[in-house]
């Protein structure tokens, strides 16, 4: 099984930018569909971003919520996911988790809709909490 690890997260005021990393050990990523996801306390957990395998053309996915102001890419030499988040706002705050799945997912494929279950590996998680 995939093994991830998310780091980057951490207190940011409104406006403000984090750049999340999603590492593996002893896998290759890119063998991957890798999805961002985040909960929020109290909230289902919603899928944020997703982006292909180089295989696939490495094709992204964005949230409504998200476009414009997050941005996923790959770096495969640091077999390394990114994602890099720019004007923070409050409603961004949630703890932030990075999966790997099939490549396409299936419900992104189907309707468009980046779907937790269709991710077989996740990370820990990393907090992301955006003061006003």
């Known amino acids: 099984q995939v093994q991830l690890v998310e780091s980057g997260g951490g207190p940011v005021e409104s406006g403000g930018s984090l750049r999340l990393a999603c590492a593996a050990s002893?896998?290759?990523?890119?063998?991957?569909?890798i999805g961002w996801f985040r909960q929020a306390p109290g909230k289902e957990r919603e899928g944020v971003s997703c982006?292909?395998?180089?295989?696939?053309?490495?094709?992204?996915y964005y949230a409504d919520s998200v476009k414009g102001r997050f941005t996923i890419s790959r770096d495969n030499a640091e077999n390394t996911v990114y994602l890099q988040m720019n004007s923070l706002k409050p409603e961004d705050t949630a703890v932030y988790y990075c999966?790997?799945?099939?490549?396409?997912?299936?419900?992104?494929?189907?309707?468009?809709?980046?779907?937790?279950?269709?991710?077989?590996?996740w990370g820990p998680g990393t907090q992301v909490t955006v003061s006003s």
């Open positions: 999966a790997a799945g099939i490549d396409p997912p299936h419900a992104l494929r189907a309707a468009g809709i980046l779907y937790p279950g269709d991710f077989t590996s």
């Open positions: 982006i292909s395998s180089s295989s696939s053309d490495g094709t992204t």
């Open positions: 002893r896998f290759t990523l890119d063998y991957y569909a």
